[in-house]
């Protein structure tokens, strides 16, 4: 109970004093805080997060699990870190710069978002456990409230705005990125994984008669590989809800 308490009573390493670079003298020479989150970002991207623990990071480092603690004080505080190291990554436009279209700015941004969330698919996991308060994230949210708010929507909708575009990139990526996942532990290509699972749900006979139903639907929807149909089918469906923002600006 007592330990559960504790737990739940967590906020954010960055509300806890915590992001820091150390604790002072005595700290292992060779190691700082960067280093040890740009390794755990490469071991979570290799691993993925289930893997990931405190003594295989310490064995990546050639350190002792507690070589590490001089930096973080928990993995969950590591896990914040090596979340927000990755929305570190994302090209951000100014979103002031005059003249610049907010529909292609936030086109921008959503795909920026979209391959940030298939490149690094332990991220979908952490960001809904954690506050996203960290600098990067920080930037990243204020760059998307700035753009929506140049769409001329009134206050009071920028926020369901924003809901909607980033929550549906973040389903989007989050799925994508499960995909190629399934993809490499197949040991195949998109395209040959795509083809092998076609086959055999159409050889079943409880999802055939689906899948023949939607046979016309996928062959309008075109694109030759599985990236351009992915490509495809994010383009239209952002187009879909930019068109949604400016029909409720043009209601006023």
Do not use: C
């Not at 740009?38 to 993925?48: F, H, I, P, W, Y």
């Not at 927000?84 to 795909?111: C, I, N």
């Not at 055939?208 to 239209?236: H, P, Q, Y």
């Amino acid at each position: 109970m007592v330990k559960a308490a504790k737990q739940a009573a967590r906020t954010s390493v960055w509300l806890e004093g915590k992001a820091r670079r150390g604790r002072g003298g005595g700290q292992p020479s060779g190691l700082d805080r960067d280093r040890i989150t740009e390794v755990t970002v490469r071991l979570l991207d290799a691993e993925g997060l289930d893997k990931f623990s405190m003594r295989r990071l310490a064995s990546e480092l050639n350190v002792t699990a507690m070589s590490v603690y001089w930096y973080v004080d928990t993995k969950d505080d590591l896990l914040e870190l090596a979340l927000d190291a990755a929305f570190g990554e994302l090209g951000l436009p100014d979103p002031e710069t005059a003249g610049e279209d907010w529909r292609e700015r936030l086109r921008a941004l959503a795909t920026s978002y979209r391959a940030l969330l298939v490149r690094h698919p332990w991220l979908s996991p952490l960001a809904g456990r954690y506050l996203n308060i960290g600098p990067n994230s920080l930037v990243f949210s204020r760059t998307v409230q700035r753009v929506v708010r140049r769409t001329g929507l009134p206050d009071h909708r920028i926020t369901s705005a924003i809901s909607a575009v980033f929550q549906f990139v973040y389903g989007y990526g989050t799925i994508e990125g499960h995909f190629f996942g399934r993809v490499a532990d197949a040991g195949m290509t998109a395209d040959e994984y795509f083809q092998h699972s076609m086959s055999k749900v159409t050889e079943a006979p409880e999802t055939a008669e689906v899948i023949e139903e939607s046979r016309n639907l996928m062959a309008a929807r075109g694109g030759d590989t599985v990236a351009e149909m992915l490509d495809r089918d994010f383009t239209f469906a952002l187009d879909l809800l930019i068109a949604g923002i400016e029909a409720m600006v043009e209601r006023g």
